[in-house]
């Protein structure tokens, strides 16, 4: 079926057409790079992984309850317009806000493939091109993931909301090698990071549990590889230069704080948009969840060098600020020991398993 028949609101057209911008930029250089990066580039080359095989897409999924999520954590929760739902409109409800946040953890995965596609072909260092090659592999995967259980799970999806769409064309249509760096590996990746480790610690389903520790688990070297280049790059800017990244990364962080609401989702229940958009506003869940989704691109942001003034008010304002001293490496190696854990103990089981039909086997025989 096409993607399309499955859209909940209209996709706008077939596709999205942004005009190339920047240089590509060919190196002549063949020497080893940067020790740091290449063994990044090593670490990205391992940890290559099939989806459609790592993956346990036999797990049954109830497409009106795709996460487990509790009920209280919805906007409209305990407000006269739960009240006044049917048990299936609060069923409809569920697996509408699923399909609605995976839809834009897929869109943001389409435009984290080709923002790496473009750092290879603008960014000037060789290293930094050979690793950016392997995250334009993951993301493409990771894309592939998220469209299958939309597609086969939930069999809804929404097209990609306005601010991450913003932020996209922002991203990609800057002349300057950086700015993907800037606008997806620490921006966008930073609050997909946040987004998918709320999730994949609420969600008591298996199979959503599943694809979002392994897709963590690259996500963590992308943040990696944005923090490596960028700190090395931000140290030679001028302050003049400096201060326009940091305009970049206020106004991003903006428009994600209003990402991840979801007020069209409410409209389609009849509510209004006014209402629909003060009861997001409101929702003590979702005031939580914003400020959680700055966790890691607070600390990166600092790390990287963009610590000015007029950044630290935005952060003051959007009531994150103190988040600038988070461990980020603890964060991304709690979210690799996640995805290895998961893995021996998926992997025992099915070794306990098979031990045990091989020992039932032996058993029937010897009765026979």
């Avoid at 596709?15 to 990044?40: I, K, S, V």
């Avoid at 790496?116 to 960014?123: C, L, Y």
């Avoid at 930094?128 to 993951?138: E, G, H, N």
Wanted: charged share 30%; net charge negative; hydrophobic share 40%.
């Amino acid at each position: 079926m096409s993607t399309h028949e499955l859209y909940v609101d209209s996709a706008h057209g077939p596709d999205w057409q942004l005009p190339a911008a920047g240089h590509t930029r060919l190196t002549w250089e063949y020497d080893d790079g940067r020790d740091r990066l290449l063994a990044l580039y090593q670490k990205g080359k391992d940890k290559q992984w099939d989806g459609a095989r790592r993956i346990d897409w036999d797990l049954e999924v109830d497409p009106y309850d795709p996460l487990g999520v509790p009920d209280r954590n919805l906007a409209v929760y305990d407000t006269p317009y739960w009240s006044r739902m049917s048990e299936r409109d609060k069923r409809d409800l569920r697996r509408h806000y699923a399909a609605w946040q995976f839809s834009q953890f897929l869109h943001g995965e389409q435009g984290a493939m080709v923002c790496a596609a473009r750092i290879v072909e603008s960014v000037p260092d060789l290293d930094a091109k050979f690793y950016s090659a392997t995250q334009t592999m993951d993301e493409a995967r990771h894309a592939e993931i998220y469209a299958r259980f939309l597609h086969e799970k939930v069999g809804l999806l929404y097209p990609v909301n306005d601010q991450l769409q913003t932020l996209l064309g922002d991203t990609l249509r800057d002349s300057r090698w950086d700015m993907p760096f800037l606008g997806m590996q620490v921006l966008i990746e930073g609050l997909a990071l946040a987004a998918f480790g709320m999730l994949r610690d609420t969600t008591d389903k298996p199979l959503p549990k599943q694809i979002l520790a392994y897709v963590m688990q690259d996500e963590a070297r992308h943040v990696a590889f944005g923090r490596m280049a960028l700190r090395d790059h931000y140290q030679q800017l001028t302050d003049a230069e400096r201060r326009e990244r940091e305009e970049f990364v206020i106004e991003g962080c903006y428009l994600m704080r209003d990402r991840l609401r979801g007020a069209e989702i409410l409209e389609n229940f009849g509510i209004p948009r006014k209402d629909a958009e003060q009861l997001t506003e409101n929702s003590e869940y979702l005031r939580l969840f914003r400020k959680l989704l700055f966790s890691r691109i607070v600390p990166c942001v600092k790390d990287i060098g963009l610590w000015g003034e007029r950044l630290q008010r935005a952060y003051h304002d959007l009531g994150v600020f103190e988040l600038g001293d988070s461990n980020l490496d603890l964060l991304m190696a709690q979210d690799e020991e996640i995805a290895e854990k998961l893995d021996a103990e998926r992997f025992a089981a099915e070794e306990a398993a098979r031990v045990a039909e091989v020992a039932e086997t032996i058993q029937e025989g010897t009765r026979g």
